[in-house]
């Protein structure tokens, strides 16, 4: 059974709903960066404050700034895991990579969940994050294109990644994405 996943897909796909049902029932380490910064800027610290104006706009928090964070976790953590919402640009990926290699572990399998862009505003519109206003999303949505989707070549090319499709609902997906587990 792969237990060192990565999760890739367009904001609103629905990684974090699928990371925190599959990483409850197989044991895993969910680290999704997102979940994390949003923490820092709770709790009001110099990282937070740092990362809250560039997260309200929707761009993409410093790659040294994140990195820290996720190899401070994988550093301390021996088991399964699951990235969700990391890496976010290829500078990340690489920097994954490296840090995989380091630690001796290497991922198992990239799942790319796939979800038309007017469902993923539906969906991003209906929940009401504090960065889930139409223009904010809207660029997020091109931070994602323009970012974001070059990894789907560079885990391609490892021969790691395997689409989903996102629609449906959300035991169908989990379903499709248990199916590739194995
Ligand atoms: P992050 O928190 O990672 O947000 P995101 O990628 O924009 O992803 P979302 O949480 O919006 O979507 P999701 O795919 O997880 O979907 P979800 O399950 O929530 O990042 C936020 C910000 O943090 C970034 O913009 C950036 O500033 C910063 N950041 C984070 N990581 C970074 C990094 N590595 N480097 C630099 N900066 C970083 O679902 C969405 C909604 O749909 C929910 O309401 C859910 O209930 C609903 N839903 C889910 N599944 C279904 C379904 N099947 N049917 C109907 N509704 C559904």
Redesign the pocket.
């Known amino acids: 059974m792969k237990n060192r996943l990565l999760?890739l897909?367009?904001?609103?796909?629905?990684?974090?709903?699928?990371?925190?049902l599959l990483s409850a029932s197989h044991h895993l380490l969910h680290l999704?960066?997102?979940?994390l910064?949003?923490a820092e800027v709770q709790a009001g610290t110099p990282l937070g404050q740092e990362?809250e104006a560039?997260?309200a706009?929707?761009?993409?928090?410093?790659?040294d700034?994140?990195l820290a964070i996720?190899r401070h976790r994988l550093e301390a953590h021996s088991g399964g895991w699951l990235l969700?919402?990391?890496?976010?640009?290829l500078p990340?990926a690489i920097a994954l990579d490296g840090l995989l290699a380091e630690l001796g572990q290497s991922i198992e399998l990239v799942v790319l969940?796939e979800l038309e862009e007017p469902q993923l505003l539906l969906?991003?519109l209906?929940?009401g994050?504090a960065?889930?206003n139409e223009a904010v999303i809207r660029h997020?949505l091109e931070?994602?294109r323009d970012q974001t989707a070059p990894l789907i070549a560079h885990y391609q090319a490892q021969s790691l990644l395997r689409s989903v499709e996102?629609?449906?609902?959300?035991d169908?997906?989990s379903a499709r994405i248990a199916s590739l587990l194995s």
């Not at 706009?57 to 790659?63: I, N, Y």
């Not at 996102?166 to 959300?170: K, Q």
């Open positions: 999760f897909g367009p904001p609103g796909a629905g990684k974090g709903t699928q990371a925190q999704s960066t997102g979940d910064l949003r990362a560039v997260m706009r929707g761009e993409l928090v410093s790659d700034l994140v996720v969700d919402g990391f890496p976010r640009n990340q969940m969906r991003l209906g929940r994050r960065d889930d997020r931070v994602y996102a629609s449906g609902t959300v169908e997906i």
